[in-house]
């Protein structure tokens, strides 16, 4: 696949935590015979089962998780319309606060004004008695306790809403952090159940891949200490092969599935399972099958791609060659192609980052007469260059087949 390269570290992370959790646990075991075969289908079908209620569980996790997310963003927005009342209610306290100041400075000038400049002690001590004096003092001292009230009651409003503006600042943050912890926490959960590997099925689909695979191991009435693959080979060969396929025609000379191309990434690369292959100035260029065979399997992979599958003979047994993310393709099931077929087009359907086109070869399949599940299917991939002659660097045009 075309992936960045500030993406590989982590890639290379996420890869051997998908195999941990959605793969089974023992991907070097290999099923020779009928017996073992269907001995590993039995586990294999069991610790799907469980990586099943896994991914389940994770699925809760992210939907509770995206509750969770949207409920702080709700409370976020409050936050903010919060936020933006208190500066309103803080902006008219201080226009009050200004009012009142104002208000009480032309009492003080009014009562200046009426009766000189000690208008306060005036008042008071222009009493007729001592009772008429008490009730004066009282009088001056209320206006003034009035005053100092409103005024202190004005600025411990703002005091407030400062701090409730303040509170509310720091809460926005701490959301802000929680939001983007469970962000992190999703992509976590979601990489444990991420396809990263190209074609690769779903579970449901891996267990009843092994299970058909195992039915059609009896059906061809292969014995239960035979070779699978010499068996599969045999039967088909003969003509018995059923819906799994029949007779395939020697595969010959193997040629670049491009006119032009370059290679983007090896196989292995990181736990790559194939080589992909691209071309900038053609995203949509024709592909043809690498050499004869027979359409083995044409369906779109859990990721939406494209993926044609071809089954080649090589004289003691098979290979097939998996091409994926195709944009278009050509032929059909059963169908006989050699290398002048054109099969599809090059494409960026499922999990690709571009127009590319990733090829895989392999000594099996997990596909329905393939005779290997998932597991055994990634421990028989081989290397491409073995089979045809890509230039030895990366994104080296070449420009014939």
Not at 62 to 73: L, M, N, T
Not at 131 to 144: A, F, G, K
Request: proline residues 2%.
């Amino acid at each position: 696949m075309m992936k960045k390269s500030k993406y590989i570290i982590v890639l290379i992370l996420v890869s051997a935590l998908v195999f941990n959790i959605i793969l089974p646990m023992d991907t070097k075991a290999q099923a020779n015979t009928v017996k073992e075969f269907e001995e590993e289908v039995e586990k294999y079908t069991k610790e799907l089962e469980e990586k099943q209620n896994k991914v389940a569980k994770n699925d809760k996790e992210v939907a509770e998780i995206k509750q969770r997310i949207s409920e702080i963003e709700s409370e976020m927005d409050t936050i903010v319309e919060d936020i933006g009342n208190l500066e309103i209610e803080i902006e008219k306290s201080n226009q009050e606060i200004e009012e009142k100041s104002e208000e009480s400075k032309k009492i003080i000038e009014y009562y200046q004004l009426a009766n000189g400049e000690n208008a306060y002690l005036e008042y008071a001590f222009g009493a007729t008695d001592i009772t008429d004096m008490i009730y004066r003092m009282s009088v001056v001292e209320q206006l003034t306790e009035y005053n100092d009230n409103i005024m202190t009651d004005l600025e411990e409003l703002i005091e407030k809403n400062e701090q409730q503006k303040t509170d509310l600042s720091n809460k926005k943050e701490s959301l802000t952090k929680l939001q983007t912890e469970l962000e992190d926490q999703k992509e976590r959960i979601n990489a444990d159940t991420a396809a990263l590997k190209d074609a690769m099925p779903g579970i449901q689909d891996q267990i009843d891949s092994a299970k058909a695979n195992l039915q059609y191991l009896k059906d061809l009435g292969c014995g239960e200490n035979e070779d699978k693959d010499a068996c599969i080979y045999r039967k088909t060969q003969s003509g018995q092969g059923g819906g799994g396929g029949s007779y395939v025609p020697n595969a010959g000379e193997y040629a670049r599935p491009m006119v032009s191309g370059y290679v983007t990434q090896n196989w292995m690369n990181y736990g790559h399972l194939g080589i992909d292959l691209g071309n900038r100035n053609n995203p949509s260029i024709e592909v043809y099958s690498i050499a004869t065979g027979v359409v083995f399997a044409k369906y779109y992979d859990n990721a939406g791609a494209l993926v044609l599958k071809i089954r080649h003979n090589t004289g003691s047994g098979y290979i097939y060659s998996t091409y994926a993310h195709l944009s278009a393709w050509y032929v059909n099931v059963g169908q006989t192609v050699t290398p002048n077929t054109v099969i599809g087009r090059m494409g960026s359907t499922g999990n690709s980052s571009g127009p590319h086109l990733h090829l895989e070869i392999t000594s099996c399949d997990w596909n329905y007469g393939g005779g290997c599940t998932w597991a055994e299917y990634q421990n028989r991939t081989l290397n491409p260059r073995s089979y045809i002659d890509f230039p030895g660097g990366l994104y080296s045009w070449w420009y014939s087949r």
